[in-house]
């Protein structure tokens, strides 16, 4: 049987680490996306010397496993002298700092690749008629590729989101106590596997629904162009 008591006289930590949680979530995923803008402009670019290091960026991070990066950022560097030594040791000592470079990197390399994706399948029919008005190269990409790139990157981009939310579990192998953290102590604390993991589950399971949800609606706010529309009498039916 669930002790719901026990449920309930832990929630309050419950609420701590979901804190934590999402705190983390939004600055890495608010800095891989201001980063991941003018990578993704390298990415496409028809200069080598900047696509090239851009693209090894992002096939070195996606090509190693989030939890290895975080252990490097946060136990590997420590072992370098001149790291300990440099200005930035205070700020590399802290969990808190090494999650967020570790998760923000790994959301920028995923980022990039998504935005970039999404500039190289703009339809040239609009390239050419903003060309064909004189557009300056600042202002094709501020007018016409970056607002139709991101529309189109809008449901990759919320399943990157989605999977950074479900990543910040592994923030607690380096002391971080978000949700995952806190559902361990209240199993080594009360040897109650099912109420401690069952409710974090349900916390992971409600963020993951109302994430899709949200993403979903503004898919359908600015993506309803590529909706597919009906034909024949129906078409013309007023609602």
Known sequence: MIDWALVARTLPEY?????????LLFVSCATAFLVS?????????????????VWAFTYVVRGTPLLVQLFMVYFGLAQFEVVRESA??????SAWFCAWLTFAINSTAYTTEIFAGALKNTPNGELEA?????????????????????????????????????????????????????????????????????V???????????????????????????APRETGPAAGRPT
């Not at 609420?15 to 705190?23: A, K, N």
């Not at 060309?131 to 449901?155: E, F, M």
């Open 15 to 23: 609420w701590v680490g979901l804190r934590v949680s999402l705190l």
């Open 37 to 53: 803008i003018p990578l993704a402009m390298a990415r496409v670019s028809r200069h080598a010397w900047l696509s090239w290091p």
């Open 88 to 93: 930035a040791w205070p700020m590399l000592r």
């Open 130 to 198: 903003a060309r064909s008005l004189g557009l300056s190269a600042t202002q094709v990409y501020r007018r016409i590729l970056w607002p139709g790139a991101l529309r189109r990157a809008l449901p990759q981009y919320g399943n990157e989101v989605v999977m950074m939310m479900h990543a910040t579990a592994i923030a607690s192998t380096v002391t971080l106590v978000e949700l995952t953290r806190v559902a361990r102590d209240v199993y080594y604390n009360y040897l109650a596997p099912v109420e401690a993991f069952g």
């Open 200 to 226: 974090v589950a349900t916390f992971y399971f409600a963020l993951t629904y109302a994430m899709v949800g949200a993403f979903k609606l503004v898919e359908k706010r600015y993506l309803r162009h590529l």
